[in-house]
């Protein structure tokens, strides 16, 4: 959400240009392709992966939980060389992810039409992060 150009006090979603504009995405799932690599060589030592599982109540990480790894790429289009892309966005990968989503394809609709008063309420951070070790 984003606060609307027309009436300040409003939100508006980021699936769609305004407030009776068409949706970006139909069903409200935006899909991005993101590749990781833990082999930077501009990077010396850095904290290892952290061996236990990262969950608990908090939303974001309290220490570096990424260590040597780093994103290589990302695109919500086209992936790969010019002549040879493959779409990142195929209907399995969308339905697995509307799925995924907590959200029902009519909520994630609702939330991107019109104008909104507030933006959606958060949930509790799923798995989230542990607090900081002692």
């Not at 040879?84 to 029902?104: F, H, I, K, T």
């Amino acid at each position: 959400m984003f606060t609307s150009t027309d009436d300040p006090n409003k939100y508006l979603s980021t699936n769609t240009e305004s407030a009776s504009g068409p949706l970006r995405y139909a069903d409200g799932v935006e899909i991005w392709r993101v590749e990781l690599t833990d082999h930077d060589p501009r990077v010396g030592d850095a904290p290892g992966s952290p061996a236990v599982a990262q969950r608990g109540p908090l939303p974001g990480p309290t220490d570096d939980v990424f260590g040597r790894w780093f994103i290589t790429g990302s695109s919500s289009g086209l992936w790969g060389l010019v002549g040879e892309a493959e779409d990142v966005d195929p209907a399995e990968v969308r339905q697995q992810c509307g799925e995924a989503m907590p959200d029902d394809v009519g909520a994630r609709i609702a939330m991107s039409t019109g104008l909104h008063d507030s933006p959606p309420p958060h949930g509790d951070p799923i798995p989230g992060w542990p607090g900081k070790a002692q």
